[in-house]
């Protein structure tokens, strides 16, 4: 999802980046080392060795590990293809949906290769990798990988056309003060957040149970397709996202009593819990937190948690959400299965022990999430204002 810049958000990022002044280049131009992958073939793959790392390890600008399903070469099949290593720092490109064109920047790993359907980068000097994988989560990225894809039962991007892709190169010094936001931003993200609340909140020893905590709580309502205007926008777990937000980017309507809707109405400060639903990597229980304006409603896969006055809302989301990521497995314990649903026990949910430090801990704590909060929506105005630049260069060349 893009945000609108306000006026006071494209002003400071016309200060940072220079107006319409903002230089382009191609990927390839930009890489010092532009290659594919090796064609790896199930016959010289074996149990153990040197890894393969595969388009499923590429996720929307993060790595995904994976490590329980890595497929290996051996040293000397690794000698005999002559086969590319990739290094930390290096940039992998998947050629294949879904989405093409998603990028990672590859961590400390062993010594490992990658598929021929991944492409490796090498940056220049003058582009940093943070950067670059911030530029292809962006629509005027994915929008050329579209154009320039080809195939129809299987859509794809050959190397020598993502090579063409354009890209904002911004001064340096502006890309690492870029950077430098994107690494405070991504500190409200579950693996970088999770030690400061721990750090925090690890000697507090009071404890509540969550239904001492909840002034309100009941299941969704999901209703009719809607036939008038009296539809209202219905959360579904679809629009959860791992990061405990909501991607409203695609919302249904539906046609709901209007006294239900008068009674289950979301209020901002609202902990939506999915309490049906999960997959094998992800059980049942993910919970995001609700502040948006208008009226929604959400759907009977869901219940909501309203927090009462005495317990800040932000704090307690983020209590669960802490404990779901920490704990998958008691959350797994906590759930029955019928045809391959998870249901989630709201009795044993709402015995959960939370840790209750002080009011003013608690505000705290928000105030640092919110201000983390900040830094991400920063990140992206200058980003979709860079965009809307780039875009408009990409026009003119073509009209030229």
């Given at each position: 999802m893009e945000y609108s810049l306000t006026y006071n958000h494209q002003s400071q990022f016309i200060e940072m980046f220079g107006g319409e002044?903002?230089?382009?280049s191609?990927?390839?131009?930009?890489?010092?080392?532009?290659?594919d992958g090796d064609w790896i073939e199930s016959k010289d793959q074996s149990e153990s060795g040197i890894r393969l790392i595969q388009t499923g390890n590429i996720g929307n600008g993060v790595f995904k590990d994976k490590e329980?399903?890595?497929?290996?070469?051996s040293e000397e099949t690794f000698n005999r293809l002559n086969c590319s290593r990739i290094f930390k720092g290096d940039i992998l490109v998947s050629r294949l949906p879904d989405p093409i064109?998603?990028?990672?920047?590859?961590?400390?790993?062993?010594?490992?290769?990658?598929?021929v359907d991944c492409t490796i980068i090498r940056l220049k000097s003058y582009v940093l990798p943070e950067f670059f994988i911030a530029y292809t989560k962006t629509s005027t990225y994915l929008n050329q990988i579209k154009k320039a894809a080809t195939g129809t039962t299987r859509r794809r991007i050959s190397r020598a056309n993502l090579a063409k892709i354009i890209i904002p190169v911004p001064p340096i010094e502006l890309q690492e003060e870029f950077a430098a936001i994107v690494r405070q931003a991504d500190k409200s993200k579950f693996d970088g957040f999770k030690s400061q609340f721990i750090e925090m909140f690890g000697g507090v020893n009071s404890f509540s149970t969550l239904q001492d905590l909840i002034s309100d709580t009941f299941p969704g309502e999901w209703g009719n397709e809607p036939t008038t205007h009296k539809a209202i926008r219905v959360i579904r777990t679809t629009n959860f996202t791992n990061e405990g937000k909501l991607d409203l980017s695609e919302v249904v309507t539906r046609e709901i009593d209007?006294?239900?809707v008068s009674r289950k109405k979301l209020k901002k400060g609202d902990i939506i819990l999915e309490r049906s639903g999960g997959t094998k990597d992800n059980p049942v229980g993910r919970v995001v937190f609700f502040e948006e304006d208008g009226d929604y409603l959400f759907n009977n896969f869901t219940q909501v948690l309203r927090p009462n006055k005495g317990i800040n809302p932000v704090y307690l989301f983020y209590s669960l959400y802490n404990s779901y990521n920490l704990n998958k497995a008691a959350m797994r314990a906590m759930a029955s299965q019928t045809t391959g649903i998870q249901n989630l026990s709201m009795s044993d949910y709402m015995t959960k022990q939370i840790c209750i430090p002080p009011k003013e801990l608690q505000d705290k704590f928000e105030a640092i999430y919110r201000q983390a909060d900040k830094s991400k929506y920063y990140v992206q105005n200058k980003l979709n204002y860079i965009c809307h630049i780039l875009t408009k260069q990409i026009q003119l060349k073509r009209c030229s």
């Open positions: 002044n903002i230089s382009s191609t990927i390839g131009e930009c890489a010092c080392t532009f290659i329980e399903k890595s497929r290996f070469i064109g998603r990028a990672c920047i590859v961590p400390e790993i062993d010594k490992a290769i990658t598929a209007s006294k239900k």
